[in-house]
């Protein structure tokens, strides 16, 4: 994933959207469920604030060091949730 967009921290970012959704769909495996990707966009947040933050130089950290850390976090989630399947429906059937 590239560096994130915005660099102007007054101005509003026009391409949020489309760098959560590009971080969501690296991370997130094929046919997913539903629970894994909103979590995922939550993580995608998580790496945006981080990259502007950095990118304002209010962090000390690396360029891309907040997406690389957002998506380390998204899969010891994913460990802890126990794959990208719907929690419920595996409770269920166990």
């Given at each position: 994933?590239?560096?994130l967009?915005?660099?102007e921290?007054?101005?509003p970012c026009k391409h949020s959207a489309e760098e959560i959704n590009r971080f969501v769909s690296g991370i997130v495996p094929a046919n997913a469920a539903?629970?894994?990707?909103r979590v995922a966009r939550r993580f995608a947040l998580v790496?945006?604030?981080?990259?502007?933050?950095?990118?304002?130089?209010?962090?000390?950290?690396?360029?891309g060091?907040?997406?690389?850390?957002?998506?380390?976090?998204?899969a010891a989630w994913m460990d802890a949730f126990g794959?990208?399947?719907?929690?419920?429906?595996?409770?269920?059937?166990a």
């Open positions: 994933m590239a560096a967009p915005c660099s921290p007054r101005k539903g629970q894994v990707e790496a945006m604030a981080g990259g502007l933050a950095t990118r304002w130089k209010l962090t000390g950290w690396a360029e060091e907040a997406i690389q850390a957002a998506r380390k976090c998204f794959g990208s399947g719907n929690r419920e429906e595996r409770f269920i059937l």
